[in-house]
């Protein structure tokens, strides 16, 4: 892995969708940002099947002349992390960052992750100071990210924070996986070299969060299913260990309290029975069988429809 002597690209992967009233903004800042670095960038915008004219102003900042700006369209709305994996597809940078088009975690940041990334880490995150989102919201991250902890043992605090650099290798190794899931928690347990810095966080700038829709929320359960995956395991274990107990409690007042306690140890059975089906039904039907079923069928994560920007000739540079 090369030092920071050797650093000479950089690329910015930006998840859109419907953000058009944010995009003049985040381009101009990110661009000036990417400015300062005195390095080879690029800002690849992936729309992530906007609906709202985002596309429109994506090609045209693709099309401009000089443009830094690479626009990858996906052929409808994947997410928010399935369209990052899509942008990482495309990337070229020795140092990949990602940021959220909505302007609440701040473009300006970006040469000091590139610089920190740069003093030997495999990934820098961002913690945000002062987080100015609503308290449900913040309560579920909070809950996400002990969670996240407790399954992964990684140190960083701030898993919901999009705003992080990625070095060359994690990103070949996480396109290589094909796993799906929470691209900051895949990329976590690829290396051990992970370090925090503070960030400021401001309330979006236009917009709502796509979390508040429905759908959003059937996303934000789905990412929580994707983690809880492993600790089902550890639940079933848990049920079953109650189930027994719950039985062998039954058995104990059977023998103190006499045959006709416990409908005859009818109970008893159900006890063991309800417990099992139930524990087995859940950590292994439910979701273990689901997820492997979806990662033997191997589908891409998003699929690509148009690339518009730096021709494969200009790109060239970006080769690591
Ligand atoms: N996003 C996306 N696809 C989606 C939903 C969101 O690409 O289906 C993008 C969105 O445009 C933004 C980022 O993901 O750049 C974070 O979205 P949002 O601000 O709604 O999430 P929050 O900040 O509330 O977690
Ligand atoms: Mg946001």
């Not at 953000?19 to 381009?27: C, K």
């Not at 693709?62 to 899509?86: D, E, K, M, T, W």
Request: aromatic share 8%.
């Amino acid at each position: 892995m090369s030092d920071a002597a050797h650093l000479s690209s950089v690329s910015v992967v930006i998840p859109i969708f419907n953000e058009a009233q944010n995009l003049p903004a985040l381009l101009q800042c990110t661009d000036a940002a990417c400015r300062q670095l005195g390095l080879c960038y690029e800002i690849i915008l992936v729309d992530d099947g906007s609906r709202d004219g985002s596309t429109a102003l994506l090609r045209a900042a693709a099309q401009a002349p000089g443009s830094r700006f690479v626009a990858v369209l996906l052929n409808r709305n994947y997410g928010q992390h399935p369209a990052i994996l899509a942008g990482f597809s495309q990337a070229r940078g020795e140092v990949i960052i990602t940021l959220d088009a909505d302007l609440q975690s701040p473009p300006e940041e970006i040469p000091r992750m590139v610089s920190i990334a740069c003093e030997g880490y495999d990934i820098v995150g961002a913690i945000r100071a002062n987080r100015r989102d609503g308290w449900p919201r913040q309560l579920a991250s909070c809950a996400q990210n002990r969670l996240i902890h407790h399954v992964t043992g990684k140190s960083t605090a701030d898993y919901g924070c999009v705003l992080r650099a990625y070095r060359r290798p994690i990103v070949t190794a996480l396109l290589q996986s094909r796993e799906s899931g929470i691209v900051p928690i895949l990329a976590n347990r690829l290396t051990e070299r992970i370090t925090d810095i503070e960030i400021s966080h401001a309330p979006r700038k236009q917009g709502m969060s796509h979390f508040r829709t429905l759908y959003g929320l059937y996303r934000l359960y789905d990412l929580a299913a994707t983690l809880m995956t492993a600790p089902l395991s550890v639940i079933g274990g848990l049920i079953a260990l109650a189930g027994f107990c719950m039985g062998m409690g039954m058995l104990l007042l059977r023998g103190l309290l006499g045959q006709v306690w416990a409908g005859d140890g009818v109970f008893t059975l159900f006890a063991f029975l309800f417990t099992f089906i139930g524990a087995q039904l859940m950590a292994l039907l439910g979701e273990y069988l689901g997820r492997i079923y979806q990662t033997l069928r191997a589908r891409p994560a998003a699929v690509i429809q148009q690339v518009i920007g730096a021709s494969p000739a200009d790109r060239d540079e970006f080769m690591p």
